[in-house]
Structure formats: structure tokens, C-alpha cells
């Protein structure tokens, strides 16, 4: 996410290891493109029975202090609460922890409107591989709301993606990942609904999406086997592009593409300064792209 609060513009990275073996590390890393400068914010406040282990991320900067929103996979298979941090220069205060039975296999979050949590589950039952080969489309989007006595209560909002690993949104409208079948879901919000729209068709593999000055932005696994085959192996290249899409128009356009030699499997893009920043599912880097 890009964080734009402090002095100097900076994004703030979901760091943790992926590949079986390596050694464990899951923190948010605030990196300063302007000075190059790198630091692990330092968090504070966690309950010591949790365990930190971040995945997608969302910064609501309409409030102060600005939050960040952490999806965790916890050592309970079962348990992936999503973590509130106030965000400091330097420091992530612990807010508070929400957690419900409907989220059980979560991959990226935004906020609705009214400070809601709309969250991907990215498939039927979590890790399932035969999903994703036969199509089978059992993913959802649940609505995550605070209700009169402070308490959050969930409900289902949508069904039947395959594989969303992003999800976005622009006013009221709702944009949710699909990398099986290769688009863009499209969604309104009307009454704490979402109501289904026509759909953004051709990306091939999407995963996250960033919104940057009222477009929309999208990393794309384009070769899913040469994907599996980078999962096994950093030796094994996996292709990248990166799309810009139009919100208005629908239009698709390719930004950068890579056969994986400059990076592989990237995940998430962003636009800073006239520059490009992709980062990427396991290798510990991010590349710099200049327009």
C-alpha cells in the first residue's frame, strides 16, 4: 500500500516467508523509494498467544491515526483474524482483532463506505487444489460490519468467484479478483448488498488490486503451470504483466510484462512518483520499473 502521511511517500509491505523451509519471518516493511531506506515497523501491544503471519493488507487513510488492516494465518489452521494497527512513523500500536467462523480462508480485504470489511475467501475449503483445476467457482465475499454493542458480525455477500486474490473499491463501487476464470468481478453497493455488474474480462491470473489516483491496478500469474513450477522452485520463472484498467471504460491496458527473469510471480502493483513497484509472492525484493 502506498502511505503517503509521512514526509516522504512510502508503501508499506506484507512480508512473511511462503515456501516450506525457510526460515520464519512475518512483519510489515515500510520502504522509502526516494532514499531507499528500508525498515520493519516495529509493532506493539499484539497479545503474546497470537502469531503473526500477514498476508493481504488494506491502509484506510481518511482517518487519524491512519489503520492498517492485516489479514493473519495463525498457527490454528481454523483461525485468520484480521489485525487493526494504528499506523506510526516507525511503529504499528495494536488496535484491536477481528475474527468470524465465515472468514476461513481470507487473501486480500478493503473497507466499505461506512468503515465495513469486505474480504475475499479465495476459494471453497482452504488450499483446495481440485477447485482451482476444475473450475469449481466456491469462493465468496463476506461483509464484516460493527454492530450497536461494538461487536463485528459477518454474512456472506456474494458467491460463486473463482479464486479471487484481490479485491478493491472505488466509491461505491466493489472490485473482486477472479484468477480462474480471468476477470474483473464488478459490484455496487446498494443497502449493504452488492449487487452484481458486468464483469472486466481478460486478466489471465489476476491477484491483487491497487487503486492509484482513480485507476485501477492489477498483477497478473499469466502461465498458472509455470506458476505452480515457481511455487517448487526460485530457479523455475514465472511470467508477470501488469495491467491498468480504466474504471470507466473498462479499458485494458498492458503496463509491463516480464518472462520472469527481472521477477517472478508478482503480486501487487502500484504507481508512485512515475514509477512502477511490483512485488511478488515469495522472493524477498521488489522491482523498481521507470516510465
Request: hydrophobic share 40%; with cysteine.
Amino acid at each position: 500500500m502506498i502511505d503517503r502521511s509521512t514526509s516522504e511517500a512510502r508503501l508499506l509491505i506484507s512480508c512473511a516467508n511462503r515456501r516450506e523451509g525457510e526460515a520464519y519471518f512475518g512483519e510489515i516493511v515500510a520502504y522509502y523509494p526516494q532514499s531507499k531506506r528500508v525498515d520493519t515497523l516495529v509493532r506493539s501491544g499484539v497479545p503474546d498467544s497470537l502469531h503473526f503471519n500477514p498476508h493481504g493488507i488494506f491502509l484506510d487513510s481518511t482517518v487519524s491515526p491512519q489503520l492498517l488492516y492485516v489479514i493473519s494465518h495463525e498457527h490454528d489452521i481454523n483461525f485468520h483474524p484480521v489485525y487493526v494497527y494504528e499506523v506510526g512513523v516507525d511503529t504499528l500500536k495494536f488496535k484491536e482483532i477481528i475474527s468470524s467462523e465465515l472468514v476461513y480462508s481470507p487473501n486480500a480485504l478493503t473497507l466499505g463506505p461506512n468503515g465495513e470489511i469486505i474480504i475475499v475467501n479465495d476459494s471453497g475449503k482452504r488450499g483446495s487444489i481440485l477447485e482451482k483445476a476444475m473450475k469449481l467457482n466456491r469462493a465468496n465475499i463476506v461483509w464484516i460490519e460493527k454492530v450497536e454493542d461494538g461487536s463485528w458480525e459477518a454474512r456472506v455477500v456474494a458467491e460463486g468467484l473463482g479464486y479471487p486474490a484481490g479485491i478493491n473499491r472505488i466509491g461505491n463501487t466493489v472490485y473482486a479478483g477472479d484468477a480462474v476464470n480471468n476477470k474483473l468481478h464488478v459490484f455496487t453497493i446498494e443497502n449493504d448488498e452488492l449487487v452484481p455488474q458486468d464483469a472486466i474480462e481478460g486478466l489471465t491470473g489476476n491477484d491483487n488490486i491497487r487503486i492509484v489516483d482513480g485507476m485501477i491496478y492489477v498483477a497478473g500469474h499469466v502461465k498458472p503451470l509455470k506458476f505452480i513450477s515457481h511455487v517448487k522452485s526460485s530457479l523455475n520463472p514465472s511470467p508477470v504483466e501488469i495491467w491498468k484498467v480504466n474504471p470507466e471504460t473498462k479499458e485494458i491496458t498492458t503496463i509491463y510484462y516480464t518472462e520472469g527473469d527481472a521477477i517472478s510471480a508478482g503480486s501487487t502493483a502500484v504507481m508512485l512518483n512515475e514509477k512502477l513497484y511490483i512485488c511478488q509472492v515469495f522472493e524477498p525484493f521488489i522491482l523498481e520499473v521507470e516510465f
